[in-house]
């Protein structure tokens, strides 16, 4: 390797004669193993960058890699974090290029705390693997998933917030999603079949006496028909949820083919009905559709208006017979809540159920304090938070039992607001 520039800091190589094109080329590795999307034609760019920018200031080379492999906001840390470990210490990138690095390690100078603090991505991108993708001499795991969405208590991954899982923990973490089923009880309809004792059918007691045409009149029965009631979901799929909302893409279409009746939503600055792509049999297929048809991913987020347009544009195609809504949002509006309260008001009178899905709820000390937040709070059933697979699977078990009364369910968080 090269002396590194004094100018650019430890690990960064002198351009004249040196190995600059391998070492950037091991470093877009390290990013794609971490989860980032780079390929072949991001390396060239990257090179192309590079030469044009010159290699005069560390900081210069950070900002031109980063426009190159950086897209979205949610890979800012994983490629800060990676830049720093790999172009500070010659004998990691030493290490690194030779793929013999068997754990990170505490840098010299580096506090403890702050190599904690290294994304489980980027430490499972820095491990040595075989050619299956696999640590060497390490027997793969076992997990064990049942068809009622509960898992082992062995299984550790289900507890793992889906924003620190390593790429490969998302890969088996949509697997488990895949084999999922959302068991929504059954509620009776307006329509009944014969059978039971609970009310008397005359309509089939006066045919069967005409039949018979006996002294006596049997008395025919009937009760009421049961089955699923309409499921509808809309999602946010703004920048602050774009973590969780491609995650939870892989559970809609999980959902929508293992039942009838489900329609499914995005919204960011714009509603967007992706259920007709969802039906696709291959969840490849049909997230490469989704991705076509929807333009607001990780934008700005437009509550009011997206449920103003659901509420005038759907709302009475989809929640007929007593729908469940599914509202996964983590309440932040970029329009300060305008006219939020009263389309939520409208949609939670217009569905059997609603149900408010928020990952902001697993921090302990979360209080629905944002103007958002305060809108939706009084009128949603349930609120629940979705971050983990340990979490879809208590939301299937909400949903397989009879609801709260609507005035006793959310009690706690109203006086919260």
């Given at each position: 390797?090269?002396?590194?520039?004094?100018?650019?800091?430890?690990?960064?190589?002198?351009?004249?004669?040196?190995?600059m094109a391998e070492n950037i080329l091991y470093f877009a590795r390290?990013?794609?193993?971490?989860?980032?999307?780079?390929?072949?034609?991001?390396?060239?760019?990257?090179?192309?960058?590079?030469?044009?920018?010159?290699?005069?200031?560390?900081?210069?080379?950070?900002?031109?890699?980063?426009?190159?492999?950086?897209?979205?906001?949610?890979?800012?840390?994983?490629?800060?974090?990676?830049?720093?470990?790999?172009?500070?210490?010659?004998?990691?990138?030493?290490?690194?290029?030779?793929?013999?690095?068997?754990?990170?390690?505490?840098?010299?100078?580096?506090?403890?705390?702050?190599?904690?603090?290294?994304?489980?991505?980027?430490?499972?991108?820095?491990?040595?693997?075989?050619?299956?993708?696999?640590?060497?001499?390490?027997?793969?795991?076992?997990?064990?998933?049942?068809?009622?969405?509960?898992?082992?208590?062995?299984?550790?991954?289900?507890?793992?917030?889906?924003?620190?899982?390593?790429?490969?923990?998302?890969?088996?973490?949509?697997?488990?999603?895949?084999?999922?089923?959302?068991?929504?009880?059954?509620?009776?309809?307006?329509?009944?079949?014969?059978?039971?004792?609970?009310?008397?059918?005359?309509?089939?007691?006066?045919?069967?006496?005409?039949?018979?045409?006996?002294?006596?009149?049997?008395?025919?029965?009937?009760?009421?028909?049961?089955?699923?009631?309409?499921?509808?979901?809309?999602?946010?799929?703004?920048?602050?949820?774009?973590?969780?909302?491609?995650?939870?893409?892989?559970?809609?279409?999980?959902?929508?083919?293992?039942?009838?009746?489900?329609?499914?939503?995005?919204?960011?600055?714009?509603?967007?009905?992706?259920?007709?792509?969802?039906?696709?049999?291959?969840?490849?297929?049909?997230?490469?559709?989704?991705?076509?048809?929807?333009?607001?991913?990780?934008?700005?987020?437009?509550?009011g208006a997206c449920l103003h347009d659901f509420n005038v544009t759907?709302?009475?195609?989809?929640?007929?017979?007593?729908?469940?809504?599914?509202?996964?949002?983590?309440?932040?509006?970029?329009?300060?809540?305008?006219?939020?309260?009263?389309?939520?008001?409208?949609?939670?009178?217009?569905?059997?159920?609603?149900?408010?899905?928020?990952?902001?709820?697993?921090?302990?000390?979360?209080?629905?304090?944002?103007?958002?937040?305060?809108?939706?709070?009084?009128?949603?059933?349930?609120?629940?938070?979705?971050?983990?697979?340990?979490?879809?699977?208590?939301?299937?078990?909400?949903?397989?039992?009879?609801?709260?009364?609507?005035?006793?369910?959310?009690?706690?968080?109203?006086?919260?607001?």
């Amino acid at each position: 390797m090269t002396e590194p520039d004094e100018t650019l800091g430890r690990g960064v190589p002198r351009p004249e004669g040196g190995r600059m094109a391998e070492n950037i080329l091991y470093f877009a590795r390290t990013l794609r193993a971490a989860g980032l999307p780079v390929g072949p034609g991001k390396v060239l760019d990257a090179l192309q960058a590079v030469e044009a920018v010159g290699l005069g200031r560390r900081d210069d080379f950070y900002w031109t890699l980063h426009a190159v492999f950086v897209n979205r906001r949610d890979q800012q840390e994983v490629f800060d974090q990676a830049f720093h470990v790999f172009w500070r210490n010659p004998e990691i990138l030493r290490r690194m290029m030779a793929l013999l690095l068997p754990d990170i390690t505490p840098l010299a100078g580096q506090r403890p705390e702050d190599a904690e603090e290294l994304s489980r991505r980027l430490s499972d991108a820095l491990r040595p693997q075989d050619g299956q993708g696999r640590e060497p001499d390490v027997q793969e795991e076992k997990r064990e998933i049942d068809a009622a969405l509960t898992f082992s208590n062995k299984e550790v991954l289900q507890g793992v917030d889906f924003e620190k899982m390593s790429a490969a923990e998302l890969a088996e973490a949509r697997q488990a999603i895949q084999a999922m089923r959302l068991p929504i009880m059954e509620v009776p309809t307006r329509r009944h079949r014969p059978g039971g004792r609970r009310k008397a059918d005359l309509r089939a007691t006066l045919r069967a006496a005409l039949r018979q045409g006996g002294d006596t009149i049997p008395l025919r029965w009937k009760q009421p028909r049961r089955r699923h009631p309409p499921l509808v979901v809309l999602c946010d799929i703004s920048g602050s949820m774009s973590r969780y909302s491609r995650m939870l893409l892989h559970f809609m279409h999980a959902v929508t083919n293992d039942r009838d009746r489900v329609h499914t939503f995005v919204f960011g600055t714009r509603l967007t009905n992706i259920t007709r792509h969802l039906r696709q049999k291959d969840v490849d297929v049909a997230v490469e559709k989704v991705s076509e048809s929807v333009f607001d991913w990780s934008g700005g987020t437009r509550i009011g208006a997206c449920l103003h347009d659901f509420n005038v544009t759907w709302a009475r195609r989809v929640l007929g017979q007593g729908a469940v809504v599914l509202l996964i949002s983590d309440g932040l509006d970029r329009d300060n809540a305008e006219g939020l309260e009263a389309e939520i008001e409208r949609l939670h009178k217009s569905c059997r159920r609603l149900i408010w899905l928020n990952p902001l709820l697993r921090y302990d000390a979360y209080q629905p304090k944002s103007l958002g937040a305060k809108a939706l709070i009084p009128h949603v059933d349930d609120f629940r938070t979705v971050h983990n697979l340990q979490s879809l699977g208590d939301l299937a078990a909400v949903l397989s039992r009879p609801a709260a009364r609507r005035q006793e369910g959310m009690s706690k968080w109203q006086k919260a607001g």
